[in-house]
């Protein structure tokens, strides 16, 4: 999945993201959350997770 993006990233677009696992996959309680435009994504819940845009 191209739309992955590491915890830390700069610059993103604003809106809701949901955590996802390394590869992309459903997690059973993802953390979500709301950032606006500009800010950096935080750090996830376990190392290796990603995020994608809701």
Do not use: C, F
């Not at 915890?7 to 993103?12: E, Y």
């Not at 059973?28 to 435009?37: G, H």
């Amino acid at each position: 999945m191209n739309n992955l993006k590491k915890p830390g990233t700069d610059n993103q677009p604003a809106g809701t993201y949901v955590e996802t696992g390394p590869r992309g996959g459903k997690l059973d309680k993802p953390r979500i959350v709301e950032i606006d435009k500009g800010d950096r994504l935080p750090p996830t819940s376990q190392e290796g997770h990603k995020w994608v845009k809701k």
